[in-house]
Every structure is written in C-alpha cells, then in structure tokens.
C-alpha cells in the first residue's frame, strides 16, 4: 500500500475497494489524486495500491484500489463512495 506522499505503509490489507482502472501508472496516480480531493472525508489516510495487471487480448491495466482490512470495511467504503457519485466495488 502506498500513502498519497508516496510512502509504503506496508503490507496490503486483504480487501479493498476498487475505484478506477486505466491504462498507464500517471493516469492511475492522477485518478487517485482527484479521487483523493473529491473524497477528501471517505479517503483522507486509507492509501493507495495501485497494481498493474495484464489481461490477455486487451492489455495492461492499472487498478486504483483502496485498501481495507476487512470485506465489511470494503463495502462500506464503496457504499460510501458510490452515496457520493463514485464508483466502486470491492475486491481482493
């Protein structure tokens, strides 16, 4: 997981809530900072990880997921996101 400052906070917590998908790192990063300044309240200290995935026939993504420390914690945070006019859903 990193923090918004791009620091490790550590391990990833095995949930999270995935809020974008793009097709390079900056677009991810740049999502999660206008992200990060729309949801200031429901994303203030929860960090990014942000993992790039290759999908066989279509290419390579980059998932924007906040992480959380349980599937409760997740879907209330998608919940929240969502309430809010985000898109959410969570994963593992």
């Keep these: 997981t ?6 490790n906070t550590g391990p990833t917590p095995p949930f999270a809530g995935q809020a974008s998908s793009q ?7 740049q999502t999660y900072r ?11 200290g929860k960090g990014v990880d942000i993992r790039r995935i290759e999908i066989s026939g ?5 998932r924007v ?3 959380a420390q349980t599937r409760a ?7 929240d996101l969502k309430a809010q006019g985000g898109d959410c859903f969570v994963t593992r």
């Design 2 to 7: 990193v923090n918004e400052d791009g620091s």
């Design 58 to 62: 279509r290419g390579v993504f980059y």
């Design 23 to 29: 097709r390079s790192a900056e677009a991810a990063n």
């Design 65 to 67: 997921r906040i992480p």
């Design 73 to 79: 914690e997740a879907n209330a945070l998608c919940s």
């Design 34 to 44: 206008t992200l990060s300044r729309r949801y200031t309240s429901l994303l203030d």
